[in-house]
């Protein structure tokens, strides 16, 4: 009996482990139902992270009557619950975490659910969210010569048109294999990855099983919702394996930072809770039509219910793109950097009239099709004859104004554009076309494996956003070198296939004694040719017959080693460390 007694008080808290970025799955006792983990996004860092949280399910306060479930939903209105409350993460920066559940290995398994005689017929549009499964393969950006351990994930996602089904792009990111699940039903069907949207965060899914696709009606999309709007967040957040259901209203229309793409786009803010799972999930209006797709939440001390919804202007742009290309081309950008122009004195000195208004051309990235048109100074007053305020922002609706790269994302990669610009206090006006913005260093590595070339112990690789968290983890944006951040932050390539190399690491061997201390500086030159990618650098080394093997490094640093002893000593060292290849796939081609 005192073995069994049950103490009275508080049940102790999950503790809950430290994040980590992608963490590799971990044990769990017999009696644990699931270990949940969240993605989280870091709006300062743009980045994608993993802190880990602990649930259980089916526990019982004392003295508490047990809730009985309802198993008869009103066809007429979806059920209301309460948002949960999220806690505090003890974070000074607004963090937006990505609502997909993550599940170690040990612990995913088939979960039956009973069917229940009786049942009233449900809202088609519920019938159409699904729950989506993922098992994920992330490459390992600091060894790019294997891939790290596979975890599992699940989210939400729903049946569009055509035979397809919707949900995030992160939700189903470096997959191995994707399985969907249909409300009420106990079997998964394989799925095939039809297009992923890095920057705006959706990716298009379909089922060869025609089974599948037996009484699933696809849903509606519905007119961008004004503020407080009613809307509805359907999805499989954490909690239980059921259909889940939040409902809240419209508090902002606004551009927004997609985390997972490292993008602005237009974004919809409601007060209904949305939780890990809940990613790809669709957001429905009071007359049951879609109105966007659940893809992130703040999460900071001071906010509380603060959840980010794709707005059907995006997802129908995403869903049209494909349908006209066969493929997801991007959303273009103007590759080009503004400032504001609300000081008189500076429209003065700029040749500006009364009346006139605009920004003003910082820098212009000289691989984009700006760069043949506009200049450096020129002012932007107007693209595709909407007048652009001097705080950069054009009118959007009645009484709201939105910033003018709104403009912008509502075109396709290969469209003209029309852009009036004031030079010298005359006014020009120019057509060319639009194409989407390569970065320096990019913020995602589209799925691609990282590229690396070896020689002498000497580990080549590319610098990009993934491959920094890998280096530097969360905080990379303060433990990275500050040349790097630099570059990141403020860089443009000069050409269009220029890419940052850099020693990633030494391989430790006799022959590059002395060296072993460089890691993660950038290459200027070898034997005194600039280097401008990674595959010119392997072609150089590999064709190269001089003596000596020169590289000019960043910080005025320099590696010399002999050519013959360098290569006959890269094979021991390849057999040592365990590495296929001197180089990676894309660097054969």
């Not at 659910?113 to 809202?123: F, L, M, Y």
């Not at 296939?497 to 030159?525: F, H, K, P, R």
Request: proline residues 6%.
């Amino acid at each position: 009996m005192g073995e069994n007694k049950r103490k009275r008080g508080r049940k102790p808290k999950n503790a809950k482990p430290e994040a980590q970025d992608f963490p590799p799955p971990t044990t769990a006792t017999a009696t644990s139902v699931a270990m949940v983990m969240d993605d989280v996004f870091s709006v300062s860092n743009v980045e994608l992270m993993d802190p880990a949280s602990t649930s259980k399910h089916h526990q019982n306060r004392r003295g508490r009557p047990k809730k009985l479930s309802k198993h008869v939903e009103n066809p007429d209105k979806f059920p209301q619950l309460s948002p949960t409350r999220r806690g505090s993460r003890g974070v000074e920066k607004g963090e937006f975490t990505a609502s997909v559940d993550v599940f170690p290995p040990a612990v995913v398994a088939e979960r039956a659910q009973p069917e229940w005689p009786g049942i009233a017929r449900v809202v088609p549009a519920m019938d159409a969210v699904v729950k989506v499964f993922c098992v994920h393969t992330e490459p390992n950006f600091s060894l790019p010569w294997q891939r790290k351990r596979q975890y599992s994930s699940s989210s939400s996602g729903f049946v569009i048109g055509g035979r397809r089904v919707l949900t995030n792009a992160h939700s189903v990111e470096h997959y191995t294999q994707v399985k969907l699940k249909k409300r009420g039903s106990d079997t998964k069907y394989l799925a095939t990855v039809l297009a992923i949207g890095t920057e705006c965060d959706i990716a298009m899914l379909t089922v060869d099983d025609d089974e599948f696709w037996v009484g699933v009606s696809p849903v509606e999309f519905g007119e961008l919702p004004a503020l407080q709007d009613a809307v509805t967040v359907v999805g499989y957040p954490i909690g239980g394996d059921t259909i889940s259901v939040t409902s809240g209203v419209v508090s902002r229309i606004e551009i927004l930072s997609y985390v997972h793409g490292s993008t602005e786009l237009l974004g919809l803010q409601i007060d209904a809770a949305i939780n890990s799972g809940n990613s790809g999930g669709p957001a429905f209006n009071d007359k049951g039509n879609c109105v966007g797709i659940a893809f992130q939440s703040l999460k900071h001390e001071d906010a509380e219910n603060i959840g980010y919804v794709i707005p059907t202007p995006v997802i129908l742009h995403f869903i049209q793109d494909y349908e006209k290309n066969g493929a997801y081309t991007g959303f273009p950008i103007l590759g080009l950097e503004w400032q504001k122009m609300e000081n008189p004195d500076l429209r003065k000195a700029m040749g500006m009239k009364q009346d006139q208004k605009g920004v003003r051309i910082r820098r212009i990235d000289p691989t984009g099709p700006e760069s043949k048109v506009l200049k450096p100074a020129d002012i932007i007053l107007s693209f595709d004859g909407v007048d652009i305020a001097n705080d950069g922002t054009v009118p959007f609706r009645h009484g709201e104004r939105i910033g003018f790269s709104y403009l912008v994302s509502q075109k396709y990669t290969g469209d003209s554009a029309t852009i009036k610009v004031l030079r010298n206090s005359e006014t020009l006006s120019f057509t060319y076309q639009l194409s989407s913005y390569r970065r320096l260093i990019p913020a995602h590595s589209e799925g691609k494996a990282p590229s690396y070339y070896i020689i002498a112990g000497f580990v080549f690789s590319t610098v990009s956003v993934p491959y920094l968290r890998s280096e530097y983890g969360k905080d990379y944006e303060y433990e990275a070198p500050v040349k790097l951040l630099d570059k990141l932050l403020h860089s443009m390539p000069q050409s269009p296939d220029e890419q940052l190399v850099v020693v990633s690491q030494v391989l430790v061997a006799d022959i590059n004694i002395g060296y072993e201390d460089i890691v993660n500086t950038q290459v200027l030159a070898f034997n005194g040719k600039p280097v401008k990618n990674l595959k010119s650098l392997a072609n150089m080394v590999e064709s190269c017959d001089d003596e000596f093997l020169k590289f000019d490094l960043e910080y005025q640093q320099i590696v010399v080693l002999r050519t013959s002893t360098a290569k006959a000593a890269t094979l021991d060292i390849l057999a040592t460390h365990c590495i296929p290849s001197a180089m990676s796939n894309d660097l054969k081609a």
